[in-house]
C-alpha cells in the first residue's frame, strides 16, 4: 500500500491517499500565522489501517515546515499531538500548550 498526504489549499484540507484513491482529509483554516485543524475524517472503507496517523504525521510536518503556530481543534489531531509531544508539542499555540498543563 502507498501512502501520501498532500495539502488541497483550495479545499483547505490536508488529504490522505491510499494507492492513488483519497482515504481521508483534515479540515482546516489558516491565518496570522496559525493553522486551526478543527476536523479530520478517515472513510471507513480504510479505518484501522493507520491513515489517520500517517495524515496526522504529514500535515505536522508541513505545519512544521511553513513555520505556523498549530491550535488544534479537532480531537483526533489533539490526541495525537498529545501521544507525540516530543515531536509534535512545539508546534502547539502556547496558550493551548498551557490550557493542556494546567489540565494535567
Known sequence: MSVEVRDNP???QYEVFSDGRLAGYSKYRRGGGAITIFHTEIDAEYEGQ???AELAKG???DVRAQ???LIPMCPF???YVRRHPDEYLDL???RIRESWAADA
Request: no cysteine.
Open 10 to 12: 483550495d479545499e483547505s
Open 67 to 69: 513555520g505556523l503556530e
Open 92 to 94: 502547539v499555540a502556547p
Open 50 to 52: 493507520g491513515l489517520g
Open 59 to 61: 500535515a505536522l510536518a
Open 77 to 79: 489531531i489533539s490526541r
